[in-house]
């Protein structure tokens, strides 16, 4: 059964529009990356702390424009693959209307910071990470992300 996502409000400011009057696509990397945050945090606040991780890519598929009306923006994240030392992460960007703006995907990979190489993941840092799973995610080798259609409402 697939875990539920993990939902993260994050308010839009002035200057994350630009001068055509929308959100500039930057901006949505920094959506993604505040809600990444919160969910590593509640994931360590939930036992031992992640070990450190680095991300190895991000792809963004822009959907609709984020317009000035929209005041703060929903992002829900999802574990999509856990492999031997990383996982993707897809996380939905939606405006204020619950309409996906953008989906990003993102590679993490766990760090030896000693080595600066991966690590494998550990039995405890891979049943944290099931919590936010989807049920497509595997433990299959580390791969690059695949395509993916974002889900529709």
């Known amino acids: ?3 539920e996502p993990f939902v ?5 400011r ?19 990356q505040e ?3 919160h969910l590593v945090r509640d994931s360590q606040s939930a036992g031992a702390p992640l070990p450190p ?14 317009l000035p009306d929209t005041v703060e923006v929903r992002v829900e994240s999802e574990i999509t693959r856990i492999g031997r030392t ?17 989906v990003v995907d993102t590679v993490m990979v766990f760090v030896d910071l000693d080595t600066a190489s991966p690590m494998a993941l550990t039995p405890s ?3 944290m990470l099931q919590q936010f799973a989807s049920d497509e995610a595997t433990g299959d080798a580390d791969s690059a ?3 993916h259609s974002p889900k529709r409402s």
């Open 125 to 127: 840092t891979r049943q």
């Open 14 to 32: 002035w200057s994350d529009f630009d001068r055509y009057g929308h959100v500039n696509n930057i901006s949505y990397l920094n959506f993604a």
């Open 145 to 147: 992300p695949t395509e």
């Open 8 to 12: 993260t409000r994050v308010p839009v």
């Open 1 to 3: 059964m697939s875990a």
């Open 86 to 102: 990383s996982y993707t992460l897809r996380q939905t960007i939606s405006d204020g209307h619950d309409n996906a703006a953008a």
């Open 35 to 37: 809600a990444r945050v």
């Open 53 to 66: 991780m680095v991300v190895r890519s991000i792809r963004v598929d822009y959907l609709r424009a984020l």
